[in-house]
């Protein structure tokens, strides 16, 4: 069974820091492109940032400078580095990834369970 499974949510007080990790697992032929969203109370669920397989990445316009994506491809796992964290961060953040099945070969749209980030004033 092709999953994501996070970690790394929490409390923590404005101008802090934490460190997501989402890893991939099951029978995996290729991860493509690994993505963050996030969903605060009454809001839409939004883009945070994205890396490709190959590293390359895109941030959204409120996080940039603050939030670092990265991946590592030997583990099926990424991170978000979260600094300099405002109170309006505040939401559950949800890793995701389209992973192509090494037995059919289809591509499978998997999203992470979600993890709590609460940022205090």
């Known amino acids: 069974q092709v999953q994501l499974v996070e970690s790394g949510g929490g409390l923590v007080q404005a101008g802090g820091s934490l460190r997501l990790s989402c890893a991939a697992s099951?029978?995996?032929?290729?991860?493509?492109?690994m993505d963050w969203y996030r969903q605060a109370p009454g809001k839409q669920r939004e883009l945070v940032a994205t890396?490709?397989?190959?590293?390359?990445?895109n941030y959204a316009d409120f996080v940039k400078g603050r939030f670092t994506i990265s991946r590592d491809n030997a583990e099926n796992t990424v991170y978000l580095q979260m600094n300099s964290l405002k109170p309006e961060d505040t939401a559950v953040y949800y890793c995701?990834?389209?992973?192509?099945?090494?037995?059919?070969?289809?591509?499978?749209?998997?999203w992470g369970q979600g993890t709590q980030v609460t940022v205090s004033s």
């Open positions: 890396i490709t397989g190959g590293g390359s990445t």
């Open positions: 995701h990834a389209v992973i192509q099945s090494r037995i059919t070969l289809i591509f499978l749209d998997r």
């Open positions: 099951g029978s995996i032929f290729k991860v493509n492109a």
